[in-house]
């Protein structure tokens, strides 16, 4: 995974990261794994 940082003088907002953890998702396979019916256990 490639990605370009730079510096400015914008304000950062709350959804800045939100790519890199979509891009994290799509790498380790989130979509297939979250589709799988797997039990749950109360304690």
Do not use: D
Request: net charge positive; no cysteine.
């Amino acid at each position: 995974m490639e990605f370009e940082i730079s510096y400015t003088n914008k304000e950062v907002t709350p959804w800045g990261g939100m790519v890199f953890l979509k891009r994290m998702l799509e790498k380790i396979g989130f979509r297939s794994v979250k589709n799988l019916q797997l039990p749950i256990h109360t304690f």
